[in-house]
């Protein structure tokens, strides 16, 4: 409120008066609350955050393994494995990670494989839209948990027997699963180490498989691709 710049004594009823006239509008008079948000705030307003562009092949591409980046491992291209198929349909997406199959539905995929000593492990890429990203490590992820005990699946026209499926340690990405597995074929066993990882929508199917005993957990494989897709 303005005041005269003339001194004059008022009377303590009249102080009391203007004071109640200059307050904030919460008693019974007609004046407003200058501090009251009643507009709208010009405060930003906070945005989800949006979802990564998935990649195209060019840029998956660029984005796989090279000799520099694992100089103790032979890089050799690779290409899409058979549609996998099982006696049980709640372990064929397990199946197909774990035989290095085809998955369907994506917006790109690009394939290779490192090896070192008898194990090599088929690095497989594959993007995604945002959504069907994170239901294929849920959907693997419920084969491990149903499919534990044995099934049996079919690549192509080779038939295979999985005896059994154990998850193993997995880290990394913004999610990740991994499963040790025994399996038979044509009379012959063998084991075959798996990781999936998630990073954005793109997912890294790790298949490692042995010539000849146990393979080899593809730790350093995981970790070498990872730091491209970031």
């Known amino acids: 409120m303005r005041f005269p710049y003339a001194r004059r004594v008022l009377p303590a009823a009249a102080v009391i008066m203007l004071i109640t006239s200059c307050g904030t509008g919460t008693g019974t008079g ?7 948000g009643t507009g ?8 989800a955050p949006q979802a990564p562009k998935p990649f195209d092949e ?12 694992l100089p103790d491992h032979k890089i050799e291209e690779a290409f899409q494995g058979a549609l996998i198929s099982s006696d049980k349909p709640e372990c064929r997406d397990l199946a197909t990670v774990l035989l290095g199959g085809a998955m369907t539905g994506t917006l790109g995929q690009v394939h290779n ?21 994170g239901s294929v490590l849920a959907d ?29 340690p997995a880290t990394g990405g913004d999610e990740s699963v991994a ?12 084991s075959v180490e798996v990781v999936l990882v998630r990073q954005g929508t793109t997912t890294a199917t790790f ?3 042995s010539a000849s005993g146990a393979a ?15």
Request: aromatic share 2%; net charge positive; proline share 5%.
């Open 179 to 190: 499963y040790s597995a025994e399996q038979e074929q044509d009379g012959e066993k063998s």
């Open 113 to 133: 494989k490192a090896t070192k000593g008898t194990t090599a492990t088929k690095v497989s890429l594959h993007s995604w839209t945002a959504a069907k990203a």
């Open 30 to 36: 007609t004046g407003k609350d200058t501090h009251a």
């Open 207 to 209: 298949t490692a498989r």
């Open 216 to 230: 080899e957990p593809p730790a350093a494989v995981v970790a070498a691709q990872l730091k491209k897709l970031h």
């Open 40 to 47: 709208p705030s010009s405060a930003p307003k906070s945005q």
């Open 58 to 69: 060019d840029e998956l591409t660029a984005r796989q393994l090279t000799p520099q980046d």
């Open 140 to 168: 693997v992820r419920a084969g491990g948990q149903a499919c534990g005990g044995g099934f049996n699946a079919v690549s192509g026209t080779d038939k295979v027997k999985i005896t059994k499926v154990v998850a193993a």
